[in-house]
């Protein structure tokens, strides 16, 4: 798969049907996705697999994953929303 198909593919993955989450994951994809590791970008699409309500509450902070890849990139998701 190419590079841009796999941005695609991840793109459309991370529209979760939550608004909260779309404004998150959108953005990230669009601009950090592709400066990240081989890692982290593995770590991010392991993520977009959970459920929504899970992925609501580790970007609220009220729950960290247990995995510690997953939240590693939580991490760095939050990172990126705060600075923008």
């Not at 509450?57 to 997953?70: G, N, T």
Request: glycine share 2%; hydrophobic share 45%; with cysteine.
């Amino acid at each position: 798969m190419t590079e841009s198909t796999e941005v695609k593919r991840l793109r459309w993955h991370s529209r979760r049907g939550m608004l909260e989450l779309d404004v998150l994951l959108l953005p990230f994809v669009d601009n950090a996705y592709a400066s990240l590791s081989p890692e982290r970008q593995q770590a991010y699409a392991q993520l977009l697999e959970c459920e929504d309500s899970d992925l609501f509450a580790y970007f609220l902070e009220r729950q960290v994953p247990e995995d510690s890849q997953l939240a590693d990139i939580v991490e760095v998701v939050l990172a990126h929303a705060r600075q923008a």
